[in-house]
């Protein structure tokens, strides 16, 4: 499984981005993806999860209400929409699956949140 993220950039806060990760190879027997991010100096948190078949979704406390995910099964890729963006958001975003045992990540995309 390979993935590939895209939509990092710098912002103002307050502001909104949109992040893509892209799943290509043998993605049928994963069971979706998931968002993490890794903030400078510190370790990398689970920020949303989404399922393949029923589209649940799942947020950290401090993203809910105004990150939301999404996804298009026919194109494999999932959608972070981060709205009401703040400093501490400012992070490298990675996308994340698991196909049996095995976990696959993919490069990140920065983002920058300015105050």
């Known amino acids: 499984v390979q993935l590939v993220e895209s939509g990092g950039g710098l912002v103002q806060a307050g502001g909104s981005l949109r992040l893509s990760c892209v799943a290509s190879?043998?993605?049928?027997?994963?069971?979706?993806i998931s968002w993490y991010r890794q903030a400078p100096g510190k370790e990398r948190e689970f920020v949303a999860v989404?399922?393949?078949?029923?589209?649940?979704?799942y947020y950290a406390d401090s993203v809910k209400g105004r990150f939301t995910i999404s996804r298009d099964n026919a194109k494999n890729t999932v959608y972070l929409q981060m709205n009401s963006l703040k400093s501490e958001d400012t992070a490298m975003y990675y996308c994340?699956?698991?196909?049996?045992?095995?976990?696959?990540w993919g490069e990140g995309t920065l983002v920058t949140v300015s105050s």
């Open positions: 989404i399922y393949w078949g029923s589209g649940s979704s």
């Open positions: 994340n699956t698991k196909d049996g045992g095995i976990e696959f």
């Open positions: 190879g043998r993605t049928s027997t994963t069971y979706g």
